[in-house]
């Protein structure tokens, strides 16, 4: 593929929405050839399984089921959506991909490292992020920042053990891929964080 793959990951309340905007801001006034997406999200299909899984409205969702969903989602956005814009050359920036899964479901959720790295696999293929910024903050400085959790989302509710644990996956994640994952400390100002963020991925090769 003659593309370039970049996510971005982290807890909730980091600023990862911030700086995926940032970069969007950033590449829109230099120009080029680039698309932003989010997961769960980017297409129509995608878009309705996140209301289905981030919905308080049918009660409790089984850990694999979840997995499941999210893997689904990100089937159809592959297929649909990154690859042929990858092979077309352009720089895909998705908001949240398998690592997210890992953390949550793999490691959160308790589903174990095996099945999400099998589940990603047999999901994604070749697939895979060339770069992947995670924006390192724990989630109690997060929550403190963002001044609480939205009671409405079934995940960001779930209580500061299960976000601890996300930490927790992220940074195992993190140790597996050491070669793809890039943490950045989301700790500071914005604007300090995205300068990171802009050497970090130019340092790894990304076109910016
Ligand atoms: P967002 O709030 O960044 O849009 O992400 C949606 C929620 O879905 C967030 O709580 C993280 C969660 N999530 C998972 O649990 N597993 C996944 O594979 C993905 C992509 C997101």
């Keep these: 593929m003659k593309g ?22 950033y590449l829109s006034e230099k120009g080029g050839d680039f698309l932003f ?8 299909v995608s878009e309705k399984i996140r209301e289905l899984i981030l919905t308080k409205d049918y009660g409790e969702i089984c850990g694999r089921c979840e997995a499941m969903l999210y893997c689904a989602a990100r089937a159809q956005l592959i297929d649909t959506v990154i690859t042929p814009a990858l092979n077309e050359g352009k720089l895909v920036v998705c908001d949240r991909f ?25 999901t994604c293929g070749e697939v895979t992020p060339d770069v992947t910024i995670f924006l390192d903050m724990s989630p109690e400085e997060a929550f403190a920042r963002k001044g609480g959790a939205d009671a409405s989302d079934r995940l960001e509710s779930a209580g500061m053990d ?11 994640s993190a140790r597996l891929y050491p070669d793809r994952i890039i943490a950045v400390d989301a700790r500071p100002a914005a604007e300090e964080v995205f300068t990171a963020v802009l050497s970090a991925l130019k340092g790894a090769g990304v076109e910016l």
Aim: aromatic share 12%.
């Design 4 to 25: 370039k793959f970049v996510t971005f990951e982290g807890c909730e309340g980091v600023g990862k929405s911030t700086q995926v905007e940032m970069l969007k801001k």
């Design 37 to 44: 997406l989010r997961e769960p999200g980017g297409n129509a």
């Design 98 to 122: 398998t690592d997210s899964t890992f953390a949550y479901q793999g490691v959160a959720r308790g589903l174990g490292a095996d099945y999400i790295v099998k589940l990603n696999e047999l």
């Design 162 to 172: 299960f976000h601890r644990k996300v930490y927790q996956g992220y940074l195992e």
